[in-house]
């Protein structure tokens, strides 16, 4: 099932850099994230509230609480830079080179969270690494 969660937000990121270059056309891109954020907000709560999601508040710890604000902090300045690259270049540009994301993760949880790295891994970034290449280059 995790697949068809992974396919949805591939899709729903597709679409928002769509928008996302449509809306920011005259606007300060930071406002547009502001703006963006919001939204983003107002949805998750609705749905944390409407799934009562919310009583499991007090029994996060503090390693939870301490890594989801990490993680909020760099969710953030992701949409910032992610953004201003979209007002200042093509969307045939910048979602290449903001996937690269996706090799950098493996990377990372390869140094971090100790997950193995396999050939059909390494082969797999390096086909992305490559492709944003060919797209940007």
Do not use: H, N
């Amino acid at each position: 099932m995790w697949w068809l969660f992974a396919l949805l937000s591939a899709f729903f990121a597709a679409i928002t850099a769509i928008f996302a270059k449509i809306g920011i056309k005259g606007v300060d891109s930071d406002l547009a994230t502001a703006i963006r954020t919001v939204i983003i907000l107002l949805l998750s709560w609705s749905i944390v509230l409407a799934r009562a999601a919310w009583r499991q508040l007090p029994l996060l710890s503090g390693s939870t609480w301490t890594f989801l604000i990490l993680s909020g902090l760099t969710t953030g300045l992701s949409w910032l830079c992610y953004f201003k690259a979209l007002q200042l270049g093509t969307v045939s540009q910048v979602a290449p080179v903001d996937k690269l994301s996706i090799a950098l993760t493996i990377i990372l949880a390869i140094l971090f969270l100790g997950e193995p790295l396999t050939l059909k891994t390494a082969v797999g970034a390096l086909l992305i690494i490559s492709g944003t290449l060919v797209l940007i280059l």
